[in-house]
């Protein structure tokens, strides 16, 4: 075991890919010889070369089409989105390509590929470095959408997603990036894909978060748990496919359910699993399900702390919903 934050625990999943499997390549704006704006490449094309560790032009849908025929030529690209908001020219390259390619060809081509993108605030960054646009690739059919809250679930997940044989896209909360540091083992692990973790036990109340919101949700849970509020948090991991059955059964359990994300609330994550609990387990819920989010506004670059769904906007979302 090895102390590591996020971003020495990804540095060492690619790094370990990459010696194990010479089919993985890199490329992204600045991800050789700077190592990423966030450094989480640092070194790799120096042991790995240019050939495998590519700088690319500023073009995301160049990117993401370049990856595309990698993948379909056999190798396992991992291309890096240096912020979220800038994923938007690639969309069509990702919605309307590499999701399709094994649904269009029968199950004759894959588009093994992962697609690494720093996303959400914390950095004050603003509106054009701080979006989380997961629920635009939830609804798509053909990609999985992978958020790690931890350094130890970033290398096993990383590594899982690698050798995955369809599109994922990779998450990165840098909020979290240097947040925290925690024992990761140096060799190989994976985490399975699709299956969230009961982080913390509880009775009274399920709190499903990820990403950088999970911190905030433990935080939360534990104050609340000085007014005898025992909450049950959830860390989905996988956004999708996501773990229905584990969230389920933790709402038959507690008979309440409060999500949280960054994301504005319209049509967020929070909305499908609001549906997806009533659906399974209506009849056991106490009290309406609760959504803790991001605002209907762009995200602003000086009142982020408002903006996001710290701690001290969950606890009487919990508070509420336990005494319902």
């Known amino acids: 075991m ?9 540095n060492d999943a690619l790094r370990f890919e990459m010696r194990n499997d010479d089919r993985v390549v890199l490329l992204g704006e600045d991800v ?12 790799l094309q120096k042991e790995f070369g240019e050939d495998r560790v590519i700088d690319t032009p500023l073009s995301e849908t160049g990117i993401i089409g370049t990856a595309i025929g990698m993948a379909l030529g056999g190798l396992r690209p991992v291309p890096e989105i240096q912020f979220g908001d800038f994923i938007y020219p690639a969309v069509d390259q990702l919605v309307s390509e590499a999701s399709k390619y094994r649904y269009r060809s029968g199950g004759e081509f894959t588009c093994p590929m992962v697609v690494r993108v720093p996303v959400g605030g914390g950095i004050k ?3 054009y470095h701080s979006q989380s646009p997961e629920s635009m690739f939830i ?3 053909g990609l999985k ?3 790690p809250s931890n350094p130890f679930d970033a290398k096993g997940l990383l590594l899982a997603s690698i050798r995955d044989n369809d599109p994922v896209l990779f998450f990165e909360p840098k909020r979290v990036y240097r947040a925290l540091k925690m024992d990761v083992p140096e060799g190989e692990y994976t985490i399975e894909l699709s299956k969230a973790k009961v982080v913390r036990e509880g009775e009274h109340v399920t709190l499903v978060a990820w990403g950088a919101m999970l911190l905030e949700a433990i935080a939360a849970a534990e104050e609340v748990k000085e007014q005898g509020i025992e909450v049950e948090v959830i860390d989905l991991r996988t956004l999708w496919p996501v773990d229905t059955e584990t969230v389920v059964a933790s709402v038959k359990k507690t008979g309440r359910m409060v999500i949280v994300h960054e994301a504005a609330k319209a ?3 929070g909305a499908e699993m609001v549906a997806q609990i009533c659906e399974h387990a209506f009849l056991h819920l106490q009290a309406p399900p609760r959504r803790v989010t991001g605002w209907d506004t762009p995200f602003p670059y000086t009142l982020e702390n408002e903006y996001l769904p710290l701690a001290h ?3 009487p979302a919990l508070i509420e919903t336990a005494k319902f």
């Open 267 to 269: 049509c967020g994550l």
């Open 145 to 147: 959408v992978v958020c």
């Open 139 to 141: 609804h798509t059919a």
């Open 313 to 315: 906007r969950i606890v």
């Open 32 to 43: 050789g010889k700077l190592g990423g704006v966030f450094r989480v490449t640092a070194g």
């Open 125 to 127: 960054g603003g509106h």
């Open 2 to 10: 090895t102390q590591m934050n996020m971003v020495s625990a990804i």
